[in-house]
């Protein structure tokens, strides 16, 4: 099992950027394919990206393509969700994600989740 912990969140207007990162603990992190996931109040939790383990191949939810990118660096064992363009509809408890294995956007293919950190977008 791998330990995660978000962090990075927080208050933004529309328009600005925010940086997440997660860093992981316990495991190889290199082994992981690592996603973000983001859940409103009221909603499903969402998939909104992730990267593969080793090739850096990503995939992007419609809802945040071209506004947000992912990447990691396994030597500091962290995965970045660097988002522009914020919108208030991205308001959401940002989770990040790991499973063995290759990229999933399903939810309950991941196994190993962080606390969530919260994001806000103001208007």
């Known amino acids: 099992q791998v330990q995660l912990v978000e962090s990075g969140g927080g208050l933004v207007q529309a328009g600005g950027s925010l940086r997440l990162s997660c860093v992981a603990s316990?495991?190889?992190?290199?082994?992981?394919?690592m996603g973000w996931f983001r859940q409103a109040p009221g909603k499903e939790r969402e998939f909104v990206a992730v990267?593969?383990?080793?090739?850096?191949?990503?995939y992007y939810a419609d809802s945040v393509k071209g506004r947000v990118t992912i990447s990691r660096d396994n030597a500091k064992n962290t995965v970045y969700l660097q988002m522009n363009s914020l919108k208030p509809e991205d308001t959401a408890v940002y989770y990040c994600?790991?499973?063995?294995?290759?990229?999933?956007?399903?939810?309950?293919?991941?196994?190993?989740w962080g606390q969530g950190t919260q994001v806000t977008v103001s208007s």
């Open positions: 994600a790991a499973r063995r294995g290759s990229n999933s956007v399903i939810r309950r293919d991941y196994d190993n």
């Open positions: 316990g495991g190889t992190f290199s082994g992981y394919s």
């Open positions: 990267i593969s383990r080793n090739t850096g191949i990503t």
